[in-house]
């Protein structure tokens, strides 16, 4: 168990191991076989299932070693700080991710498409580049193909109110840890990642609309890229954020966490919060306005 008591004294040092170079195989694997995947080679789509098996196999070896040494009480709060420092640094990481599609959302709707319109000195712009062209949001897809827009009602407006009551039933089950509640936990625990997987589900079901009745697709000019780039990349980080939350519901169910040493719990609880709070992001600037 993470018993502080139980720790030691000294800054723990993993022992070498297998699982990096493992990694390294598993994603230069993936990547190439990609490569040739878009260049139609038929080799290309085999190397990327069999890069991604290598990289489940990593995952799974990896992270059960860090379990267990956390288990046999190696880790003290000094590495418990690391660990928190490291989480930290990976959501601001994260953060800049999202921050750069944003960036291109605002960049685009709020300059580009003004002054391709011929707005305020772009006369010539206009005249020039893009006669005829019109500032209108959604801006037209190829070849002038009108573009429909998502409304922010219905199923987004849904999945909002999931996210929204999956980060109170994390929190929750937070505080049921903290109190040596296990049950409450597990029920609390259970319930996120439930409405995690509704989400990702109902997301499903909203590109299928996209596709089949609006017209909505990835290459429908500027606006389908930036709606399928921001909604895909958090709809994924639901579903690593969701099977991460499963794997911690195991743990709770194996006794694992005490209610002072859970940093595991807590990794992913702040992974969770963060990803509801692009999702209030995307809701606004992508669906509403």
């Not at 827009?149 to 109170?168: E, Q």
């Amino acid at each position: 168990m993470e018993h502080a008591e139980h720790a030691p004294s000294h800054y723990y040092v993993p022992h070498g191991t297998r699982w990096p170079i493992f990694g390294s195989i598993g994603l230069f694997t993936m990547m190439l076989g990609a490569a040739l995947w878009l260049n139609a080679h038929p080799v290309g789509q085999w190397l990327v299932t069999g890069g991604f098996g290598v990289l489940l196999i990593m995952l799974f070896g990896w992270f059960g070693t860090v379990i267990g040494e956390s288990e046999r009480g190696l880790y003290n709060l000094k590495v418990d700080a690391s660990f928190r420092w490291a989480m930290g640094w990976f959501i601001f990481s994260e953060v800049m991710f999202f921050g750069v599609f944003f960036g291109t959302l605002f960049y685009t709707r709020v300059l580009v498409v003004p002054w391709l319109a011929g707005e305020g000195d772009n006369f010539f712009t206009n005249y020039l580049l893009w006669p005829g062209f019109e500032n209108t949001w959604p801006s037209t897809g190829p070849l002038g193909e009108p573009v429909e827009r998502m409304g922010a009602w219905g199923l987004p407006a849904l999945n909002t109110a999931i996210l929204l009551l999956s980060g109170v039933t994390i929190t929750i089950a937070h505080h049921a840890l903290r109190a040596g509640h296990r049950t409450q936990v597990i029920i609390w625990l259970a319930a996120t990642f439930l409405l995690g997987f509704t989400f990702v589900g109902l997301q499903a079901e909203e590109y299928i609309h996209a596709y089949t009745e609006l017209g909505l697709r990835l290459d429908s000019g500027v606006y389908g890229g930036t709606f399928f780039m921001l909604t895909g990349f958090h709809g994924l980080h639901v579903t690593l954020g969701a099977i991460m939350l499963v794997i911690v519901w195991l743990r709770v169910l194996k006794g694992h966490f005490t209610p002072d040493r859970h940093f595991a719990f807590e990794g992913v609880a702040w992974y969770w919060h963060f990803v509801d709070v692009v999702w209030l992001g995307l809701f606004f600037f992508v669906y509403w306005l």
